[in-house]
């Protein structure tokens, strides 16, 4: 079975300031992790995926992921904080050995970037 | 860049209504989704589709719902009799292969 957490409903931060949204996750084979960003009214939109190689993973808008297979975790994170970041971010993980082609998604995080 | 795309983008119905909501996907891409989103809650996967069939479905996709890809371009979503509880927000998503998927805006349904 997959499985994957966010275990903060929000998260603040000052504009400038480093970001972190944090994702743990359960899986019984390797996971694939996916990061995705939910702006109002919109639909998700692809930010960055872990499949294999290094763990530091860069993505779309200066965002980048760490994987962590001792800690499994997959954390997003920025160097500084933009406004217009104020988002829904949804982690996904999907069991390479589970025999789907769907990922699990997280319940979503909120991120509000403060001026 | 293409773009997933969905119509409309808010549809009102009555409980007990059939409601047919409608994707085009990305042209070249082979793997078609619909997921939905209670609001506040999380994106749960109804179903995926490839090859002109289903290749898995949800616990919550049940008798009530079908897909279809009806020509080249276009993959619907129909439920048959609506419920209140059917009310979500509805996404198409498409992927190239089985890795990354692109979502479309949504589809807000009403249920009164």
């Known amino acids: 079975a997959q499985s994957v957490a966010q275990p903060e409903d929000q998260v603040n931060v000052a504009e400038g300031n480093p970001l972190t949204v944090k994702c743990t996750y359960s899986v019984s084979g390797n996971p694939y992790l996916f990061w995705y960003v939910q702006y109002p009214n919109r639909g998700l939109q692809f930010l960055l995926k872990y499949i294999t190689g290094d763990n530091l993973v860069k993505g779309s808008y200066g965002f980048e992921a760490e994987f962590n297979k001792s800690q499994t975790s997959f954390h997003l994170k920025k160097p500084s904080a933009l406004v217009s970041d104020s988002a829904l971010y949804f982690c996904?993980?999907?069991?390479?050995?589970?025999?789907?082609?769907?990922?699990?998604f997280g319940r979503g995080t909120s991120l509000i970037v403060h001026p | 860049e293409p773009e997933v795309t969905q119509t409309p983008s808010h549809q009102v119905t009555q409980m007990g209504q059939e409601v047919i909501l409608r994707c085009v996907p990305i042209s070249n891409h082979l793997y078609f989704y619909w997921y939905r989103q209670i609001l506040g809650q999380k994106v749960e996967f109804l179903v995926s589709?490839?090859?002109?069939?289903?290749?898995?479905k949800s616990e919550i996709f049940d008798d009530q719902f079908s897909v279809e890809r009806p020509d080249g371009s276009n993959f619907t979503l129909k439920i048959r009799s609506t419920k209140l509880e059917d009310s979500a927000m509805y996404f198409c998503?498409?992927?190239?292969?089985?890795?990354?998927?692109?979502f479309g805006p949504g589809t807000r349904l009403t249920v009164t």
């Open positions: 996904a993980v999907r069991d390479e050995a589970g025999g789907s082609y769907i990922p699990t």
């Open positions: 589709f490839y090859n002109n069939e289903i290749s898995e």
């Open positions: 998503a498409s992927s190239p292969g089985t890795r990354v998927q692109y």
